[in-house]
């Protein structure tokens, strides 16, 4: 029977272990042929105007079919695309099929939206040459920069934030707008948000569990609103789920939002230019707080 030390204790490597390891060396294997084969696909999730209800933007969201292991979710095999070295040209596959879409949907007169939303993960953003490869991309796929939002999370800027601001301001220039993703869940103080050139702040779902509920968090999305206000950003809340969060946010002053109450991540066909949004006696909403 293997056995390793792992902090001090004794571990067997026992079925489930084994499993594990091998479910791993499956995803890495396969992930390596779908990218070889182009067999990554995208779904779109709206990111709609809370005023109007208008879809301002699709957020791209990379999906696989694995011959055995069926349909993947991207939890599971990003983290593992980091650490094998498969992030970069995953993320090439995904910006291109992303460019692409967009030059169809602004080709057709029925497309539900002008904009897309695309991941970037921090290895990616950290390639030297990538500002002038997505210039080029944008080019050869005839649409605007100015139309694509790159999303970095909090932790991919964190590390070396005078690198990540250079690289930042290097694609803002070329015209890409830059959000800032699952804001709050990072270390990131708010102190140094004023230094990037984000357009967009996205604040995590985290925030929104419990947010009819709990007072503290309530004041935290508050705060995170007006300072995105001071500082020139444009603020979207993930994860709505119900009429009552969005009304919550509503009345926060957040511009757009996101979330299962509007669409799970869907085919681009499905997604409407508008989406209905509740009148304000149909939720109960609370603010003494
Ligand atoms: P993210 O960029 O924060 O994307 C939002 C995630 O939240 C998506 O999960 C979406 O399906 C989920 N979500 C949206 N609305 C709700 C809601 O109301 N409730 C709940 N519980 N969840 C909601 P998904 O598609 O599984 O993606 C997870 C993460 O994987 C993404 O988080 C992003 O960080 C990463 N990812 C996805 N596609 C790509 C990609 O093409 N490249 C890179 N580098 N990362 C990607
Ligand atoms: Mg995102
Ligand atoms: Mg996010
Ligand atoms: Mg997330």
């Known amino acids: 029977e293997a056995k390793t030390f792992s902090r001090g204790s004794l571990v067997v490597f026992d079925e489930s272990m084994r499993r594990r390891i091998r479910r791993r060396m499956q995803v890495e294997q396969g992930l390596r042929d779908a990218i070889r084969d182009d067999n990554l696909f995208l779904l779109f999730q709206p990111i709609v ?17 694995h011959p055995e292991l069926g349909r993947m979710m991207p939890e599971e095999f990003i983290p593992i695309a980091e650490e094998c070295g498969l992030i970069v040209p995953l993320g090439e596959r995904v ?30 953003l950290m390639m030297p040459d990538l500002p002038r490869l997505l210039e080029a991309e944008a080019h050869r796929a005839g649409i605007s920069p100015s139309d694509v939002h790159l999303e970095i999370t909090e932790g991919a800027v964190m590390p070396d934030v005078a690198a990540a601001r250079e690289r930042l ?3 803002r220039k070329v015209g890409f707008r830059l ?3 699952d804001f709050g869940t990072g270390y990131s103080s708010l102190a140094c948000l004023h230094q990037f050139p984000f357009d967009l702040l996205k604040i995590d779902r985290l925030f929104l569990e419990g947010l009819g509920f709990s007072p503290d968090r309530v004041a935290i999305v508050r705060a995170i609103t007006t300072l995105a206000d001071i500082l020139g950003f444009r603020v979207v809340a ?3 789920e119900t009429p009552d969060q969005l009304a919550l946010l509503r009345e926060l002053g957040c511009d757009y939002g996101q979330g299962y109450y509007f669409s799970r991540p869907v085919p681009i066909d499905e997604i409407p230019a508008f989406l209905p949004l509740p009148s304000p006696s149909d939720v109960g909403v609370d603010l003494r707080c």
Do not use: Y
């Open 179 to 181: 959000a800032i993703d």
């Open 95 to 124: 910006l291109e099929q992303g460019f692409q879409c967009l030059a169809r949907w602004s080709a057709g007169d029925d497309s539900p939206t002008s904009g897309i939303s695309l991941n970037l993960a921090r290895n990616h």
């Open 238 to 240: 993930e994860g709505i």
């Open 169 to 171: 301001g290097q694609l």
């Open 49 to 65: 105007c809370l005023r109007t209800g208008r879809v301002v933007s699709v957020e791209a969201l990379v999906r696989w079919e």
